[in-house]
């Protein structure tokens, strides 16, 4: 099945409720199956995404992109494990950024 791509442009609430991504800004409000979503693009930082939206989208290994204020994409998220080798990396560093914790 072919995933979809979405871009996000204007300031817009991004939340769930079962299983479906709702987006909602002044102009319209659309809902779009989560695990239809191959990836999606936040272009604007007055942009609000729940943890919930974030958890589903990244469960259903769609990439969520956040882009800077000139336009251009400035980080990823994925899913840790949809790939035994990233899977092997974070187990091998999660000691590591444990013992770099500070302690309170």
């Avoid at 072919?2 to 871009?7: H, M, N, T, V």
């Avoid at 007055?46 to 290994?61: D, E, K, P, Q």
């Avoid at 494990?81 to 309170?104: G, V």
Wanted: aromatic share 6%; charged share 15%; with cysteine.
């Amino acid at each position: 099945m072919l995933k979809k791509s979405i871009l996000i442009e204007r300031k817009s609430k991004v939340t769930s409720k079962l299983s479906q991504l709702i987006i909602k800004n002044d102009f319209r409000e659309a809902t779009i199956p989560i695990e239809d979503i191959g990836f999606i693009v936040i272009d604007n930082p007055a942009t609000y995404v729940s943890i919930t939206a974030f958890n589903l989208l990244v469960n259903n290994n769609a990439a969520v992109i956040i882009c800077n204020m000139q336009h251009l994409p400035n980080g990823m998220f994925l899913n840790l494990n949809s790939h035994h080798i990233q899977q092997e990396i974070f187990k091998n560093n999660w000691h590591h950024l444990l013992c770099s914790m500070p302690s309170l």
